[in-house]
């Protein structure tokens, strides 16, 4: 916590940037605030079968993003899930080839 002292002036807040090339040498503040997320890997899930997707995203992903990706890729999601027992995020796409 910091604060002002009478004769000193103000003491570093923590985070400053002298006070982060204190702490984490030459790499400064971004590189200890950055922190890796485990990545899951997208599954798609067609006809009862499940392949990969050739991404991976973090549990706390928006799933519209993931939809996104898919239908770059040309694929048509309409439900997009994450199962923890399988530690994967799991998209149900439509297969217009075995529909019809």
């Known amino acids: 916590m910091w604060m002002a002292d009478a004769d000193a002036g103000f003491r570093e807040r923590p985070g400053t940037r002298e006070t982060c090339k204190r702490w984490s040498g030459r790499r400064g503040c971004a590189a200890r605030r950055v922190m890796s997320h485990r990545r899951y890997p997208v599954l798609i899930e067609s006809a009862g079968a499940r392949k990969r997707a050739g991404f991976s995203a973090a549990a706390?992903?928006?799933?519209?993003?993931?939809?996104?990706?898919?239908?770059?890729?040309g694929y048509h999601p309409y439900r997009v899930r994450f199962d923890a027992s399988a530690e994967a995020w799991i998209v149900s796409v439509i297969d217009w080839k075995s529909a019809a």
Do not use: D, V
């Not at 706390?60 to 890729?73: D, N, S, V």
């Open 60 to 73: 706390g992903e928006q799933p519209f993003r993931i939809t996104m990706k898919l239908r770059e890729k």
